[in-house]
């Protein structure tokens, strides 16, 4: 398989293609679905979902591979869909900036090939350590977008639940950073939680509005796996309450808080992408006209086969 590959994240916006250049995550996030999802658990040589962020294998040769690739993966042979436009993910299903990046750099080599190349690139992270490679971005700036997930701004609970990613203050700085360097930036208010409210996501539109996002997406917590399970866990010492609230998190529950965040958000930002689950799984436990008013979001249950490989 090449390492840029097709994806099905243009259904999100996201992008047409998708690189990792590792399989595994050390920030090992309690609420992340990726270790549930096939690329993880194919890939991850036998790990569970309760042992993500314990692992990580760097994908040697990546670097050469790319290289290889891109002689004939032009930029006028990426993609272009009616929800993207020949993007490239970095990355979905491993954080490109986990923490050993800063030893293997294959990110940023990878980066750098891509780039050069001619490539448009999305940039995904719950790391600051881009902040290293700023000096590609801006180099590039008219090719990137670099965002961060920010689900709420309370640093204690992001320890809670995302032991050894960057604080979710520390990310937003991040974000001013590249803003001042005119690097363009998005944010993901996700996963949204269950045990917040309006008033929360109100405050993170605030937040993040001076860096001027030229996107500003949202999904609520999706269950995949035992993610649900391990959040309970991990939040009954500190936070309680919140461990409750999730032990009635039915599917359900999922699909009307889903409908409800993003029909108020799409009255908040006129940048604001809503992510409802393209499984459509919300469809059964949703009215008819709000189970529509979340499809419009969402491509062709058929989508066109890709006509161009990589």
Known sequence: ?????????????????????????????????????????FANHGHTQKEWGTYLYPKH?????????????????????????????????????TPSEAKFKLTRQCLQLILEAGHKVRLQTRSVLVERDFDVLKAHRGQVLLGTSLAHLDDDLARCLEPRAAAPTRRLRMLEKAASLDIPVYVALAPFMPFHDHGLFENLLEAVRPLEPKQVFCEVLNPKGDNIAMMRKALSASFPKYADRLAHYTSEYWAKFTWRVLEHGLTRTKQFIPWPDTGRLWRPHLTPERADSLERFLPPREPAPLAISP
């Open 1 to 41: 398989m090449k390492p840029i590959n097709p994806s099905e994240l243009w259904k999100k916006r996201l992008g047409d293609w998708v690189i990792n250049p590792y399989v595994g995550c050390e920030h090992g996030c309690f609420h992340c679905y990726c270790p549930a999802m096939p690329g993880v658990r």
């Open 61 to 97: 040769g990546i670097v050469e591979a790319v290289g290889g690739q891109l002689r004939s993966f032009t930029p006028d042979k990426a993609r272009r869909t009616a929800w993207g436009d020949g993007w490239v993910l970095v990355s979905f299903l491993t954080d490109c900036y």
